[in-house]
């Protein structure tokens, strides 16, 4: 059984998630309307990522008998004023939601929920992969700066993205 005050950080964590989501869905929308489909397919699978990870904490929270309660979406930011601009608001977001797992898997600890602990786990290190990654493209995105040729180079790149197996 899942503690009253876990049970509403779950439900907390799984509106993030899906807002995550929508996020970068927002911004799978931005790049389709600069022409830039790569970034906007890498953006795209990025939102059904997040939204696995929302579908992940929703079937734990059910498994472990608490009570999902799905809250109000917010709407995201439609514009940013560059693909760097863009990019550095998934890092910052990014970083955002390491402190969200991490403070959830702090409380899980002072809950004493361990299948929690252990399954946040998961999370930390995926957040590891997604800070990480954000970084790196906004490296390249600086490297590049305004070089259309390099920012199309990018878009091809990004377009390739595989999902994870
Ligand atoms: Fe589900 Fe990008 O954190």
Known sequence: MISKKLETA???????ETFSAYLYLSMAAYFHSLSLDGFAAWMKMQAQEEMSHAMKLFNFLDELGG????LTVKEPEKNWKSPLAAFTAVSRHEQYITGCIDGLYQLAGSEKCNPAQIMLQWFIKEQVEEESTAAKIVLRLNQIKDNA???WMLDRELGARQHKT
């Open 10 to 16: 779950f439900n907390k964590q799984i509106n993030e």
């Open 149 to 151: 040729n390099g920012l």
């Open 67 to 70: 009570r999902i309660s799905l």
